[in-house]
């Protein structure tokens, strides 16, 4: 792949940081996003106030990708907190499409970030790229979200819904917030266990990103999942056995997850996201780790 010019948003995040790290690498100019009003001379600016964003005309992207939006699990979900979970991703993307649908030297592609909570709670029935969207909070989020790529989809930008699932990574994350528990013993299945997640290791997701990048015929939903979902129990067993550690702890009972996190801990923690992906088929992509032990051995090593 040539050198490209690549725009980041959220490239302080998980996913962002680990991105720019590898593009870099492989001697393409990346560029972040910058989301202070302070910083008025940054090249590429997003000013929340006015709900605009700025791109340097002199500097011609090939691509943009959409990663930032408020962490949805860093506080108890009270109307003030889903409004901002909903505008921080919402505002930025059709700010953003519109800067770069108006700009001089269009991208070729952009990627945004999205989420498998587009499905919904999935019960225990498997669901794809072709599955409808969901009723809850999380489905309309993901929903708005990606209708916010409309001005760029209009301007003939190629575009790629990136719905992710669980990323695996010990920097952060769920798995870096149960690694602590677990090594001093307090592991354990969070209610019955028996609900479904979805995960993809971090070097899958970066390896994804890049054949998004590459391939001209790649557009719209994709899901960022590996391998089969995983039960909560499933997962917390295969975390215990790659640290050698118990993973019997009776304590996040499913009442005290309601009681504690209310509708977040609900959907969140106790909800399904059973969800596989048919476009990976399609587009030739064959995920590094499909196993939840090989991955999480890889990632913990």
Request: glycine share 10%; hydrophobic share 45%.
């Amino acid at each position: 792949m040539d050198s490209l010019n690549v725009l980041i948003s959220g490239a302080a995040g998980l996913i962002g940081g680990a991105l720019r790290k590898h593009l870099e690498s492989r001697g393409h100019r990346v560029f972040a996003l910058a989301r202070s009003d302070a910083d008025a001379d940054a090249s590429f600016r997003y000013s929340a106030q006015k709900r605009e964003v700025r791109l340097d005309p002199d500097i011609a992207l090939d691509a943009v990708i959409n990663l930032a939006g408020a962490n949805i699990s860093a506080s108890r979900w009270s109307d003030s907190y889903k409004r901002l979970i909903m505008d921080s991703r919402v505002e930025l993307t059709q700010a953003l499409t519109e800067a770069m649908a108006a700009s001089a030297h269009k991208p070729r592609v952009f990627l945004s970030a999205t989420a498998i909570g587009y499905y919904g709670d999935t019960g225990t029935e498997t669901v794809d790229e072709s599955s409808p969207r969901g009723a809850d909070f999380l489905a309309d989020v993901a929903g708005n979200w990606e209708a916010a790529c409309e001005p760029a989809l209009a301007a003939g930008i190629r575009t790629v819904n990136m719905r992710f699932g669980v990323v695996l990574s010990r920097d952060g994350g769920v798995l870096k917030e149960m690694l602590l528990p677990f090594k001093l013993g307090g592991g354990g299945k969070l209610g019955d266990g028996s609900q479904y997640m979805s995960w993809i290791a971090l070097n899958d997701v970066i390896s994804l990103v890049e054949l998004c990048l590459r391939d001209d015929n790649i557009s719209g939903p994709i899901n960022f999942v590996s391998g089969q979902p995983s039960t909560n129990a499933e997962f917390t067993r295969a975390l215990g056995k790659v640290l050698r550690r118990p993973a019997f702890s009776p304590f996040l009972r499913a009442w005290l997850i309601r009681l504690v996190f209310g509708e977040m801990g609900e959907t969140l923690l106790l909800g399904n996201n059973r969800v596989i992906s048919r476009r990976h088929g399609e587009i030739g992509f064959q995920p590094e780790y499909s196993d939840l032990t090989e991955a999480l051995t890889a990632e913990l090593s």
